[in-house]
């Protein structure tokens, strides 16, 4: 594991966006692993700016997304995909039929989480993944429980993960019960791992998901047993 320390939260975003310029120069044809949430908007920010000014290009590079919410349409203002399209897909030189998103609005999701893993077992795999991590110990909607999904699956989203999440929508009543999201073996497969972690009120789920016990009740936990990990944190532990 490879621990890397920024100033503040505007360093993270701005040190993850060269972390990743570095791995597309290498590979241009890489297959990233991208999250959502306010953690990595500065990434995408830093990147878009590298991208327009011509310093890397996304022309070959593969994306999917760790997760989306049941019940929204890619339209809706709080959709993930909605998200990436404002802050990164409409940004760079990523074509469009190189992205990729769990949909969560179409009839059959069983269906549609099969669709997705056998999407990413097509493209080779993910060779990047970038990872935010939830108060609770989530990477992407994997929440504590008594076993982990290995592959893409809906889960039930916890009354944790749904109060944080709030703050995006009118209330806590308009905020979906479920999400689709890669499953853990998913994540696990990638060749490399990147997390993000910022702000202090994270600083007790880091320290239990970088030296805790390895378990299910901290998802995140299961990140020491990964070959190539790297966490890029303003958090000093």
Not at 66 to 73: I, M, N, Q, R
Not at 144 to 158: A, K, Q
Not at 176 to 186: E, F, K, Y
Request: with cysteine; aromatic share 8%; proline share 5%.
């Amino acid at each position: 594991m490879e621990y890397l320390y920024a100033q503040d939260n505007l360093s993270l975003g701005q040190m993850a966006a060269r972390w990743v310029a570095r791995e597309i120069l290498a590979a241009p044809n890489l297959v990233l692993g991208l999250p959502t949430g306010s953690t990595p908007i500065g990434m995408y920010e830093y990147l878009a700016r590298l991208d327009q000014e011509g310093l890397i290009s996304f022309t070959q590079a593969r994306t999917f997304n760790l997760d989306e919410y049941v019940g929204l349409t890619v339209d809706h203002p709080q959709s993930y995909a909605y998200f990436m399209r404002e802050h990164f897909w409409s940004k760079v030189d990523l074509p469009e039929n190189h992205v990729d998103i769990p949909r969560g609005d179409v009839p059959d999701l069983a269906v549609e989480c099969l669709r997705y893993d056998e999407a990413i077992r097509s493209a080779g795999g993910i060779g990047v993944q970038i990872l935010g991590l939830g108060l609770n110990g989530h990477i992407g909607f994997n929440e504590p429980s008594h076993n982990m999904e290995i592959r893409t699956h809906v889960v039930d989203l916890t009354a944790e993960t749904i109060q944080a999440n709030t703050r995006f929508f009118q209330d806590s009543g308009a905020v979906p019960r479920q999400a689709v999201t890669m499953g853990v073996g998913s994540i696990m497969q990638a060749d490399k791992i990147l997390l993000l972690v910022s702000g202090e009120s994270k600083r007790d789920i880091l320290n239990k998901t970088l030296y805790g016990p390895v378990n299910t009740e901290v998802p995140a936990s299961v990140l020491q047993l990964h070959a190539d990990l790297t966490v890029l944190t303003d958090i000093k532990l």
